[in-house]
C-alpha cells in the first residue's frame, strides 16, 4: 500500500511537501515523482530511495495532481509495483 495526503487548497509559491508512506514488499524501496497540470504528466524525479517530495507551483491550477510510483530498490524495471496520486488545487496568494 502506498499513501500520501497533502492539503488543498495551497497558494502559488508555496512549497507544498508530500511523504510517502509504503507497506508490505521489501524493506527498501524506490519512489519516481509526478507531476500532472490537468492535460499532461511530467516526471518530477528519477527513481531514487527519497520518499518525499517537495514542489513550489509557480501558477495557480485547480486541476494539478502529484503522483508517485513505488518499487522495490531490487527492481530494474521502470514500472511501478504501488502507485499513488492526489489532487491539488493551487491558488492565488
Avoid at 6 to 13: D, I, T
Avoid at 15 to 28: L, V, Y
Avoid at 54 to 59: A, C, D, E
Wanted: proline share 5%.
Amino acid at each position: 500500500m502506498l499513501d500520501m495526503h497533502p492539503r488543498s487548497p495551497r497558494a502559488r509559491r508555496t512549497t507544498i511537501t508530500c511523504k510517502a508512506s509504503a507497506t508490505g514488499g521489501g524493506a527498501r524501496r524506490q519512489y519516481k515523482w509526478f507531476v500532472y497540470d490537468g492535460s499532461r504528466w511530467t516526471p518530477a524525479s528519477k527513481w531514487s530511495t527519497n520518499d518525499t517530495f517537495r514542489w513550489t507551483p509557480l501558477t495557480a491550477n485547480p486541476r494539478y495532481r502529484i503522483a508517485v510510483w513505488a518499487r522495490s530498490a531490487s527492481s530494474m524495471s521502470d514500472d511501478f509495483e504501488a502507485y499513488a496520486e492526489v489532487g491539488l488545487a493551487i491558488i492565488e496568494n
